[in-house]
């Protein structure tokens, strides 16, 4: 139910746990995630209901993309310092 206390922490705990880029959930953002970008590569029909492709589309617009893959990247490298 939306609007909740109870969704409002499931969230927090949601974004603790998360790490942008790391789409399988190990801690690590690695080329096991990039293969999994890989494998959703200009998928058009991502959506909350799978998940926006198992976190490949990272920015939500249905797509994954190049725009997806520039952000990837980019928590790659962050991921290595
Ligand atoms: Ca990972
Ligand atoms: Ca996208």
């Given at each position: 139910?939306?609007?909740?206390?109870?969704d409002?922490?499931?969230?927090?705990?949601?974004?603790?746990?998360?790490?942008?880029?790391?789409?399988?959930?190990?801690?690590?953002?690695?080329?096991?995630?990039?293969?999994?970008?890989?494998?959703?590569?200009?998928?058009?029909?991502?959506?909350?209901?799978?998940?926006?492709?198992a976190?490949?589309?990272?920015?939500?617009?249905?797509?994954?993309?190049l725009v997806?893959?520039?952000?990837?990247t980019?928590?790659?490298?962050?991921?290595?310092?």
């Open positions: 139910m939306v609007g909740t206390g109870t409002a922490v499931d969230w927090i705990q949601w974004e603790w746990k998360y790490t942008p880029g790391d789409f399988n959930g190990d801690g690590n953002v690695d080329i096991v995630d990039g293969s999994i970008l890989l494998g959703h590569w200009l998928e058009v029909d991502c959506q909350a209901d799978n998940d926006w492709c976190g490949s589309d990272i920015n939500c617009l249905s797509q994954v993309n997806d893959f520039a952000s990837f980019q928590y790659w490298l962050l991921s290595m310092f």
